[in-house]
């Protein structure tokens, strides 16, 4: 299956570099209505056959216009949502951005007792993305089934930053704690992965540059 993780546009939170979890959070800035609607034609060459995003109201913006350029409805998942800042949330301070982050890494290096005050355990957190996850690769094999494309569909998902990071270092076999704790995500950038939750992922490309 071919996956394509979507980070949502810029917000009001991300210019000023704020912790902003909560639901249903911050709409889009300017920007990032622009961001969004420029996914269109960055996803034009895909067989987008499904799309998702978190109930957050960013990601839904995010997807709006893709999801009308490509007649589809988009699939409304909570599992999808950011990683809860916790005791953290709306700081945006240094200290607090390292804090959380550094859960993150930690995660992904497999202490998952690593937890934020007030914030989410880690098991939770896979556990609530890979559900979502396992329906994609539902979605998609009904539809390879149902030949609605020429090449095998793909699913996109938009989701948020630390979650797809999160969840790429932990389960991209071609990946690591290290790779991803060094770079971000930007505002509508995308990893493209294939494979299957039963064999596993590998990322192909992160944000256009390909993956050895």
Do not use: K
Not at 46 to 62: C, V, Y
Not at 85 to 92: F, N, V, W
Not at 95 to 109: K, P, Q
């Amino acid at each position: 299956m071919r996956l394509l993780l979507i980070r949502h546009g810029q917000t009001p939170s991300n210019v000023i570099r704020a912790l902003d979890t909560g639901a249903p959070g911050p709409g889009l800035t300017e920007l990032g209505l622009e961001q969004a609607a420029a996914l269109v034609a960055a996803l034009a060459d895909e067989p987008i056959g499904a799309l998702f995003a978190s109930n957050l109201q960013r990601a839904q913006l995010t997807a709006a216009p893709l999801a009308d350029a490509l007649g589809l409805e988009v699939a409304i998942r909570e599992g999808l949502r950011e990683i809860a800042a916790g005791c953290l949330e709306l700081r945006s301070d240094a200290e607090s951005l390292v804090a959380y982050h550094g859960v993150l890494v930690e995660w992904m290096r497999g202490q998952h007792d690593a937890r934020l005050d007030g914030g989410e355990a880690c098991a939770d957190v896979y556990a609530r993305f890979n559900a979502v996850i396992e329906e994609a690769e539902a979605v998609a094999a009904q539809l390879a089934e149902e030949g609605v494309a020429e090449l095998a569909p793909a699913v996109a998902i938009v989701s948020h930053g630390a979650m797809i990071r999160a969840w790429c270092g932990r389960h991209a076999e071609n990946l690591g704690a290290d790779f991803v704790a060094a770079r971000t995500l930007a505002n509508t950038g995308i990893v493209v992965l294939s494979g299957s939750s039963a064999d596993g992922w590998t990322v192909e490309t992160w944000e256009g540059s390909r993956i050895a």
